[in-house]
């Protein structure tokens, strides 16, 4: 019966053969590079997980899941990569079966139901999606703690952690249809006209006309530049190779793409951070762990009267919580800190539904070796204020576009600038205020994890969620096997700063 109402329901899901192939398309110079960035130690996948009660079923799960998500064509779409990139295809032998499976825990969900879904978690993180068909897939544990668990797993090529915030509103109950698509505007040829045409904002336009250097440039350049393993001098043949197509008749681009490309090179000369058990060469195992939300109404109560921002106080006890994590291992902190790349969105919010990738990196420094918990909020604060109008994070996308113009070697010297001087990943997403419903039971807890690249070991995650803040950890197992011992400092963190914050002589 099953079988039969996932058949009747990918029929009417699907779009028709001649749809299908004018909606075929490349695969833009950014996600190109994050298709290509998988490592058998990293693999680019964005892992969640909804914990749900009541329960619900497989059969219902597989109709909701279909109905909402192939509404957006690129969950219907393989990959097809050749010598100069990547294509999306639909696939013509879709089946939700695929895509959403029937998951069990084994026996140690009988006593230890949490420590058993993270470990399957773990090892999820390190099996490869199938190439042959989209890359994504939903599992159910149908009884879960009373209730349910759905696992999710999406490969990085479709979309970053805003966009899929996105996806999941309409997944939910009442969740909306995405807006339908507007056609592609004709970029103007100019700076002049294409400086006008987005006048509305920053980003945009430096976006458009770094992303538009660096196609002009590309598709010569990837052939010629294939055997160059120094990125510097590879940026710099591409600026000529942009050059010589002409790209110096408007001087504006030209400067601006010369710029971009030389201080994205600069971004090899950032320090090392210190040295921990954090950093090193991984392995080939992942462990996952998470704490029971913090209130988000006091986490907001204590950065007001800080005077700094939420994401301040987050930050800051992430790094009291690593650092109170190393110090429990017997490892000196005094005076270190780390850094963490933390994703910087460069789209606007409302057009987060058209999915692929559209962020930037920014280096945060973390002060791991402060132990006052108000210094330490104050140390981050000033460090987040020194990167607002930092033009870093639209570097990093800039790099992430050239990556994907070359072949996979250069492209891993390249990215290597990153995970070299990088001991963590960490992003926050903010999510919705009140708790959501699915198939009619409540989503109680929602979770997820991001990818690491390189030789990064560490990923942090923060997500606000239902009045709670929640945070997710992400180690390999070479460099830390028990995340949950981080996880485990946050609560007392945060409860530190609260009680100092208690304790500051209010009448000044």
């Known amino acids: 019966m099953v079988t039969k109402i996932n058949r009747q329901h990918s029929q009417a899901a699907a779009p028709a053969p001649s749809a299908r192939v004018a909606a075929s398309e490349r695969m833009s110079k950014v996600d190109t590079a994050w298709l290509r960035m998988d490592s058998p130690c990293n693999l680019m996948m964005i892992m969640g997980v909804w914990i749900i009660q009541p329960g619900v079923g497989y059969s219902e799960t597989c109709q909701r899941v279909e109905e909402r998500m192939l509404k957006y064509p690129r969950f219907a779409q393989r990959v097809q990569q050749d010598s100069t990139g990547a294509s999306w295809i639909y696939d013509d032998d879709f089946k939700i079966s695929r895509h959403v499976l029937r998951e069990t825990l084994g026996p140690l969900a009988k006593t230890q139901p949490q420590q058993a879904l993270q470990e399957r978690l773990g090892e999820l993180a390190l099996q490869p999606l199938d190439s042959r068909y989209p890359l994504w897939d939903f599992r159910l544990v149908e009884d879960y703690m009373g209730g349910s668990a759905l696992l999710v797993r999406i490969h990085h090529c479709i979309a970053d952690g805003l966009a899929l915030i996105s996806v999941i509103q309409t997944l939910v109950d009442g969740g909306t249809d995405p807006p339908k698509r507007q056609p592609k505007p004709s970029y103007p040829s100019g700076w002049d006209a294409a400086e006008e045409w987005m006048s509305h904002s920053l980003i945009e336009p430096l976006t458009l006309a770094t992303v538009k250097a660096l196609e002009v440039a590309g598709d010569s350049a990837a052939h010629a530049l294939g055997a160059i393993a120094d990125p510097q001098t590879l940026l710099e043949k591409i600026v000529e190779k942009g050059f010589?197509?002409?790209?110096?008749?408007?001087s504006e681009m030209a400067k601006l793409a010369y710029q971009v490309l030389r201080d994205g090179a600069a971004l090899a000369l950032m320090p090392d951070d210190s040295p921990t058990r954090l950093k090193g060469t991984p392995g080939q195992s992942k462990r996952v762990a998470w704490c029971q939300p913090l209130p988000l109404d006091e986490v907001r109560a204590?950065?007001?009267?800080?005077?700094?921002?939420?994401?301040?106080v987050l930050?800051?006890?992430?790094?009291g919580a690593i650092g109170q994590y190393?110090?429990?291992?017997?490892?000196?902190?005094?005076?270190?800190?780390?850094?963490?790349?933390?994703?910087?969105?460069?789209?606007?919010?409302?057009?987060?539904?058209?999915?692929?990738?559209?962020?930037?990196?920014?280096?945060?420094v973390l002060p791991i070796g402060l132990d006052n918990p108000l210094a330490r909020v104050f140390e981050v604060r000033q460090r987040m204020s020194a990167l607002k109008g930092s033009l870093q994070p639209l570097l990093a996308f800039g790099l992430l576009a050239v990556a994907g113009l070359v072949v996979k070697p250069v492209q891993d010297a390249m990215l290597s600038l990153f995970s070299k001087k990088t001991t963590?990943?960490?992003t926050n997403v903010p999510g919705p205020r009140e708790k959501l419903k699915f198939c009619g039971s409540t989503?109680?807890?929602t979770l997820f994890w991001v990818p690491q690249s390189g030789t990064v070991g560490l990923g942090v995650s923060i997500l606000s969620y239902g009045g709670g803040v929640q945070f997710g950890v992400i180690t390999d197992t070479r460099l830390c096997p028990n995340p949950q011992a981080i996880i485990d400092q946050f609560e007392p963190e945060f409860a530190k700063l609260s009680l100092l914050t208690l304790m500051l002589p209010w009448e000044d």
């Not at 007001?304 to 301040?312: E, F, M």
């Open 424 to 426: 963590a990943v960490m």
């Open 244 to 250: 010589s197509k002409g790209m110096a008749s408007s």
């Open 326 to 364: 190393l110090k429990s291992h017997g490892d000196a902190v005094a005076g270190k800190e780390i850094r963490a790349m933390v994703p910087v969105n460069l789209r606007p919010m409302e057009q987060a539904y058209k999915l692929g990738n559209k962020f930037g990196l920014a280096p945060v």
């Open 302 to 312: 204590i950065s007001k009267a800080l005077h700094c921002s939420i994401n301040d």
């Open 443 to 445: 989503l109680e807890q």
């Open 315 to 319: 930050l800051a006890c992430v790094a």
